[in-house]
């Protein structure tokens, strides 16, 4: 848990530099905040395309990650609130803290 506000600005550019967020447009401290009381105990990680990268050559973009068809699951799964059935049959997929 971040209880230090003042490293919060470290804590952003190690984040920054190790994943990439989709925060439909909220700013990343305004996500911090509200996750202040969440502690690394109660977070789980999820990997997408089973942790491995999946390149692909897209013409008048270049090389740029896909998810594969698991990957898609998953999306769905968030999409309609069954992440945890993901997970179940997944296993191999999830980081806890």
Request: glycine fraction near 14%; avoid cysteine; aromatic fraction near 6%.
């Amino acid at each position: 848990m971040l209880i230090d506000p003042g490293k919060l600005g470290q804590v952003l550019d190690v984040v920054g530099k190790a994943m990439t967020v989709d925060s439909g447009g909220i700013g990343l401290g305004d996500w911090v905040f509200a996750m202040r009381g969440i502690s690394a105990a109660n977070i789980v990680t999820i990997k997408t395309n089973g942790g491995q990268f999946h390149s692909e050559n897209i013409p008048g973009l270049g090389s740029v990650e896909t998810l594969d068809p698991t990957s898609m699951q998953l999306m769905d799964a968030v999409r309609n609130d069954a992440v945890d059935g993901f997970v179940q049959n997944h296993t191999d997929w999830v980081s806890v803290s």
